[in-house]
């Protein structure tokens, strides 16, 4: 059975909410527009076109609070339920729109505290959900316009996935009209009229799929039925930030967040193909205060701020 609770979670915030929320996203947008300018390839977080971060600062230095729906004494937001806790509120956090609906599958071993999966649902609500494995959604009839973003030799980059679909439209079609008991010339004649229908067709992407586990853990799931019709996609080649760097791994390792961010931000340029200006950086406002918090006290030795966000 999926896990359709995880909507409904979200969906309980009241309407006004995410009005100033979203009203809130614009005008910190445009107040940080300038600092996208030139992004330092040292520290990829550091000139990112962020929302005021002052509400997290606060609530940094007050210490854990209490989650309004399990009573749960979290940091910053609930991993549970998806939501900021009592002293974060709802309405000065970003509300991030996306150009396509995000499916994230979590290993059953993920610790859920740890996950940084959870930041997308928190700021993008509308467009992400998580699905524990091995509970997720059925994608075989729509494989011409879901992808999965996982490396490997059949992988291709984020400027050719609409080449890709493209030829699955075309594969699927040419797959109906191959009925042995109609006549040839008729099954030609109805497989240039469907291809010709199928170059008309929208090619546009309209979910991406991310796997939250560790390395050793993505097998299972990769491996799944469901998911090995799909188009898989690799992103381009970039340095993590993240305080709990896996061992024995490369830094070319992304968390989750940041695997969602680089693989917005290059289907908003090499895709949609419009300038990037930042609107996507929102996703990762817990994320980069989280990385400078860890940064900050190891450079001071502060064990309990690192106690805190651990």
Same mark, same amino acid.
């Given at each position: *059975?999926?896990?359709?609770?995880?909507?409904? #979670? *979200? =969906? $309980?915030?009241?309407?006004? /909410?995410l009005k100033e929320r979203e009203e809130n996203s614009s005008k910190f947008v445009?107040? +940080? +527009?300038p600092q996208t300018a030139s992004r330092s390839s040292e520290d990829p977080l550091q000139n990112l076109c962020l929302a005021s971060q002052e509400v997290l600062q606060k609530a940094q230095r007050s210490g854990r609070s209490k989650c309004l729906k399990c009573g749960g004494s979290r940091m910053f937001y609930c991993y549970t339920c998806y939501v900021p806790v009592e002293n974060v509120p709802l309405e000065q956090m970003p509300l991030v729109k996306l150009p396509l609906k995000i499916d994230i599958i979590k290993h059953p071993n993920e610790t859920d505290g740890k996950s940084t999966a959870i930041h997308a649902? $928190?700021?993008?609500? @509308? /467009?992400?959900?998580?699905? !524990?494995?091995?509970?997720?959604p059925e994608y075989e009839e729509k494989d011409h316009e879901v992808a999965l973003v996982f490396p490997g030799p059949k992988s291709v980059s984020v400027k050719?996935? =609409? /080449?890709?679909? +493209?030829? %699955?439209? +075309?594969?699927?079609? %040419?797959? &109906?009209?191959?009925?042995? @008991? #109609?006549?040839?010339t008729k099954r030609k004649k109805t497989e240039e009229e469907d291809l010709n229908?199928?170059?008309?067709?929208?090619? !546009?992407? #309209? &979910?991406?799929?991310?796997?939250? =586990? !560790?390395?050793?853990?993505?097998?299972?799931?990769f491996t799944d039925e469901r998911l090995q019709g799909l188009l898989q996609v690799e992103l381009k080649t970039r340095k993590t930030c993240f305080w %709990?760097?896996? &061992?024995?791994?490369?830094?070319?390792?992304?968390?989750?967040?940041?695997?969602?961010?680089?693989?917005?931000?290059?289907?908003?340029?090499?895709? $949609? #193909?419009?300038?990037?200006?930042?609107q996507y950086d929102n996703l990762l406002f817990f994320y980069s205060f989280m990385c400078q918090l860890i940064k900050n006290a190891k450079c001071s030795g502060d064990k309990e701020t690192r106690k805190l966000i651990h």
């Open positions: *059975m999926l896990n359709f609770g995880l909507n409904e #979670k *979200m =969906s $309980l915030n009241p309407p006004i /909410f445009e107040i +940080q +527009q649902k $928190l700021l993008a609500p @509308d /467009f992400v959900n998580i699905y !524990t494995y091995p509970c997720i050719d996935i =609409s /080449f890709h679909l +493209q030829k %699955r439209i +075309q594969n699927n079609v %040419r797959g &109906k009209n191959d009925d042995p @008991d #109609k006549p040839s229908d199928s170059k008309c067709k929208d090619t !546009t992407l #309209k &979910k991406i799929i991310f796997i939250d =586990s !560790t390395w050793n853990q993505t097998n299972k799931i %709990r760097h896996q &061992k024995g791994k490369p830094d070319t390792f992304l968390s989750t967040i940041e695997a969602i961010y680089y693989f917005l931000v290059d289907y908003h340029t090499d895709i $949609l #193909k419009e300038k990037y200006k930042g």
